[in-house]
């Protein structure tokens, strides 16, 4: 008797969407994202699979049965979207209504034809199997040379960053944790003052009430957020780092020499730890650190549904669902309908995980990228979320009106300031050595205050004469390891670069003075 070729197509067709979104979107995303999805994709496969195989007594015909009804999940959600933005002879048939009647008849028809007109299902396992395999192996090998590219291109530039990288020398124990704060797009408190009628000043007088000191005249570097954030990182301007480390394009490769920095392999070499939060940004994720710190490390992950599983839910028939108009059902779709709510998750998560880092042993170097008062415009000033999406639909989750750009803002702005005082006190409070606390924003937020950030540094011994109101950023940590750790850097020239690397002249007449 010949035997029957093992199916398992099925279980190859689960994996696909899975996989090929992952390729897709493989360098803006961590690969682990995928797991989770995966993992339910073929749980779901093979419960199916072995469902059919129940009721139809043959594992070949519930194999075609079980793909066929695996391709029609899957590809809903694909075609509603091509018809809706393509429409056939002026008819939209990306609408529920027209497509699910469509889908219908396609599951009617193709059940039909397999379980009745299909003599011999066996026949089908084999070129099926093969196109299974197929989809699965081209997705695979996309994301296997992605990581296997990225991994030899970081450990390249990590040996350059360790040669050039100098000795740092403590000069007391214990070592004293060291935090390194950015709230993304928060601008300086003159612009906020000028440009949005906002008074921020009760927040830099609760900063200076508990020992920082504020650099009322600070600009960013850079106005994009990876150049902001390189610079400190790697003590020198992009273009200097360019001429040392010839083998970086580091127009394309920034993120890499951030991930690398000589910040964290200095202080690394000394004994500290670094601790990281998920920025929810690949390019910024420091996801080697020795504490890695996300959603996924608490036990609440498990109630989370990524942005990752967000999408991947809204390209298969799961669209029905969460584009339905029942309120019961939408009410169990919200953290799929609304785009953002991984995002507030995770700036909330930082938030709370936050004032407990002092409690992890040993010297610590901490990174925290808070995405915060950055669009999406999702806080309201109490920390509330927006119900109304006209705060962060429009392009890039941007507002279309200029009222709501500023309210947003505005709102944000004043939500992160309470949010982070409290923060830092607890972190102060709870420290048993003083900290040393760096926090600016990356860029401000309009065009006329792009370039202008706050700029905040708190100091254990509170000795701020090396620092004036118009430090910016890129000398922040020189001025942290000349103090601390027995360095002798000069300070930088404070340069700021516009889109085109071009430095630009200071774009405020007026500065808050101390």
């Not at 936050?354 to 170097?365: A, N, Q, V």
């Not at 008062?373 to 006209?390: L, M, N, Q, R």
């Amino acid at each position: 008797m010949k035997s029957r070729p093992f199916t398992f197509h099925p279980l190859a067709l689960a994996a696909y969407p899975v996989l090929s979104l992952l390729a897709t979107n493989i360098e803006e995303v961590d690969w682990r994202v995928g797991l989770r999805p995966l993992l339910i994709a073929l749980a779901g496969g093979a419960l199916l699979f072995i469902i059919l195989r129940l009721l139809l007594k043959d594992w070949s015909r519930a194999g075609l049965v079980s793909s066929y009804l695996l391709v029609l999940f899957f590809s809903y959600g694909h075609v509603y979207n091509l018809l809706e933005n393509h429409p056939l002879f002026g008819l939209n048939l990306g609408r529920h209504r027209y497509l699910v009647v469509i889908y219908a008849i396609l599951l009617v028809i193709g059940l039909w034809l397999l379980l009745r007109r299909v003599k011999n299902p066996s026949r089908g396992t084999f070129p099926f199997n093969v196109v299974g395999l197929v989809l699965v192996a081209i997705p695979l090998l996309q994301i296997t040379a992605s990581l296997i590219q990225s991994a030899a291109h970081q450990r390249e530039t990590a040996a350059v960053v360790a040669d050039s990288t100098p000795t740092l020398q403590p000069g007391s124990q214990p070592l004293p944790d060291i935090y390194y704060i950015i709230l993304d797009g928060h601008t300086r408190s003159d612009a906020l003052l000028n440009d949005f009628a906002y008074d921020n000043s009760p927040f830099i007088d609760d900063l200076r009430s508990m020992g920082f000191y504020v650099a009322d005249c600070s600009r960013s570097n850079y106005v994009y957020t990876q150049g902001s954030i390189t610079a400190p990182l790697n003590l020198d301007y992009v273009d200097n780092l360019r001429g040392e480390l010839e083998s970086l394009d580091l127009g394309d490769d920034i993120w890499i020499l951030l991930k690398q920095s000589r910040v964290r392999r200095m202080l690394e070499e000394i004994g500290y730890k670094t601790v990281a939060f998920d920025t929810t940004y690949e390019w910024s994720r420091l996801s080697d650190a020795a504490v890695y710190l996300s959603l996924g490390s608490d036990s609440s992950f498990l109630q989370q549904i990524t942005p990752f599983e967000a999408m991947l839910i809204k390209s298969s028939a799961g669209l029905i669902l969460t584009d339905s108009q029942s309120q019961f059902i939408r009410s169990h779709f919200q953290e799929i309908n609304f785009p953002y709510s991984y995002h507030v998750n995770a700036q909330r998560f930082i938030l709370d995980q936050l004032p407990t880092i002092p409690d992890y042993p040993g010297p610590k170097f901490v990174f925290v990228h808070i995405l915060v008062p950055h669009v999406p415009f999702v806080f309201k000033a109490d920390g509330t979320i927006w119900e109304d999406p006209t705060y962060y639909d429009g392009e890039k989750a941007m507002p279309s009106d200029s009222i709501l750009i500023d309210e947003g803002y505005v709102n944000q702005v004043a939500f992160i300031d309470q949010a982070i005082t409290a923060v830092l006190r607890q972190i102060i409070a709870a420290s048993d050595t003083p900290p040393i606390i760096f926090m600016h924003g990356d860029h401000g937020w309009i065009d006329q205050n792009r370039l202008l950030v706050l700029n905040a540094m708190y100091l254990p011994d509170q000795d701020y004469s090396a620092l004036y109101p118009t430090i910016s950023p890129v000398n922040g940590f020189r001025v942290i390891f000349n103090s601390y750790f027995g360095s002798d850097y000069s300070l930088l020239p404070d340069i700021s670069y516009d889109a085109d690397n071009q430095p630009t002249p200071e774009t405020s007449s007026q500065c808050l003075t101390p």
